[in-house]
């Protein structure tokens, strides 16, 4: 359940702006479970579990964080995502750039600003 609230969190504070130029697939690994879903320009596209056509196997970039909680308060802005890496609460496997836009994607402050070209 938790899960599912993250993801229409994610869905409701999608910046497109800060996803500019960037169409991938981005993986939140949260403990056993995760959310795994396409970003571009236009908007997200959540993989639905149940459905017949998947994601790849493989996304381009995957996100792990300790519990939802840290995910939730990171992409929310309410937690510091450098203190988090370094306590080894949130970590990146990938472009680890696409940190800073993840963040700024759902309009966290978590992160520095950063430039959007």
């Given at each position: 359940?938790?899960?599912?609230?993250?993801?229409?969190?994610?869905?409701?504070?999608?910046?497109?702006?800060?996803?500019?130029?960037?169409?991938?697939?981005?993986?939140?690994?949260?403990?056993?479970?995760?959310?795994?879903?396409?970003?571009?320009?236009?908007?997200?596209?959540?993989?639905?579990?149940?459905?017949?056509?998947?994601?790849?196997?493989?996304p381009?970039?995957?996100?792990?964080?300790?519990?939802?909680?840290?995910?939730?308060?990171?992409?929310?802005?309410?937690?510091?995502?450098?203190?988090?890496?370094?306590?080894?609460?949130?970590?990146?496997?990938?472009?680890?750039?696409?940190?800073?836009?993840?963040?700024a994607?759902?309009?966290?402050?978590?992160?520095?600003?950063?430039?959007?070209?």
């Amino acid at each position: 359940m938790a899960l599912r609230a993250l993801q229409t969190h994610l869905e409701d504070t999608f910046f497109p702006p800060a996803a500019m130029g960037l169409d991938a697939v981005l993986r939140l690994q949260i403990g056993d479970e995760q959310l795994l879903f396409a970003v571009s320009p236009s908007g997200l596209s959540f993989d639905d579990p149940d459905g017949e056509e998947g994601f790849p196997a493989n996304p381009d970039a995957t996100f792990f964080f300790e519990d939802v909680d840290t995910a939730w308060a990171l992409l929310s802005g309410r937690a510091d995502a450098f203190e988090a890496f370094m306590q080894g609460r949130f970590r990146a496997d990938g472009y680890l750039m696409w940190a800073f836009s993840l963040m700024a994607m759902f309009q966290s402050d978590s992160l520095p600003e950063t430039p959007i070209e």
